[in-house]
């Protein structure tokens, strides 16, 4: 199994390497931009759902003085993902418009 994972992994890169080289690295970058932002438009409710409770569980248990830390670290975790569900759709939006306008001379394509 793990051979075959190897393999796959092994021929997606080449793939991308030859699309790379071949000039059309603009129009991959825009698809997997456009996979990342329906992905994160899709996991964003799930992210919150799980993200909320931890920080409402991260703050209780931060006020314990002997279990401040785990407390501190489970808001922090609840925090970066919060972050991430709330901007991570606007931000590959936006990117996917930035490399839409100016990828193409970024890339090494014809602008």
């Known amino acids: 199994m793990k051979e075959l994972r190897t393999f796959i992994v092994g021929m997606l890169l080449m793939v991308l390497l030859v699309q790379f080289l071949s000039?059309?690295?603009t129009a991959v970058v825009l698809v997997v931009t456009a996979l990342l932002a329906a992905l994160a438009a899709h996991l964003r409710t799930v992210m919150i759902a799980v993200a909320l409770p931890v920080l409402l569980a991260g703050g209780l248990?931060?006020?314990?003085?002997?279990h401040r830390d785990i407390g501190a670290r489970l808001m922090?975790?609840?925090?970066?993902?919060?972050?991430?569900?709330?901007?991570?759709?606007?931000?590959?939006?936006?990117?996917?418009?930035?490399?839409?306008?100016?990828?193409?001379?970024?890339?090494?394509?014809?602008?």
Do not use: M, N
């Open 61 to 66: 248990i931060c006020v314990s003085p002997w």
């Open 23 to 25: 000039g059309h690295g």
């Open 76 to 111: 922090t975790g609840a925090l970066a993902v919060l972050v991430v569900a709330v901007l991570g759709d606007p931000f590959l939006h936006w990117f996917q418009g930035q490399l839409s306008t100016y990828g193409a001379g970024l890339f090494g394509g014809r602008p």
